[in-house]
């Protein structure tokens, strides 16, 4: 037995000197390669900006930017860090959130509190320069989605208790908005929740029995109403 061990130990050795791996220390190897791998796969980064106490994340692009919003209620873009902190909220806005970053990280979206006392869709560029989106006719509205150059979400007006919501595409202002909530059906009530690849999801509310609601995810092409 001792001999047999001393010359699998002679072996190795042989091995080792020539390069190549003996049996039991390659898969040794391979045992601590995989557990260096598997402890590599994970980890995370508090992208909390000094500015705020708190904050969540909304978004993130393929392009390794992510968006949020802070407890301070101010929209933030961040490219792995806090250090990387950008403070979206328009000048004269109170308050912001942004919601989406498009895959390339170039465009974000959400919507910010502003002097008019009411809620407005925004997408920005990168900085807190923004535009409004909010179309025409509304008092109020917010944007859920953005995707190569175009954004969703929906625009609102409130009458007493009753709030009726329209599913709205943009692309890049409020001149272009077009109104995605369909006419002639049962829904009274629908919001645009994501876009990609030239199409949007669009949630919508069906007022049934009383006190009770029905929702459907249904898909549209971004075509204004027939």
Known sequence: MVKKLSNAFLRSGRALASGARPPVLGALLLMFAGLSAFGQ???????????????????????????????????????????????????????????????????QCGFGYGPTGQNHPLVWNGTSASTDLLPSGYAFGYCTGVDNGQQVGFAENQSYFITSSHAYLWSGSSASAVDLHPVGTIYPFSRAMGTKGGEQVILRLATGAPGLAALEAAMAEGLPRK
């Open 41 to 107: 796969q994970y980890h995370t980064n508090d992208e909390t900006p000094p500015a705020a106490p708190g904050a969540k994340l909304t978004g993130a692009s393929k392009s390794g930017k992510q968006v949020g919003s802070g407890s301070n209620l101010h929209a933030y873009l961040f490219s792995g860090n806090a250090l990387t902190a950008v403070d979206l909220t328009p000048t004269g806005y109170y308050s912001s959130q942004a919601n989406s970053i498009s895959d390339d990280g170039s465009q």
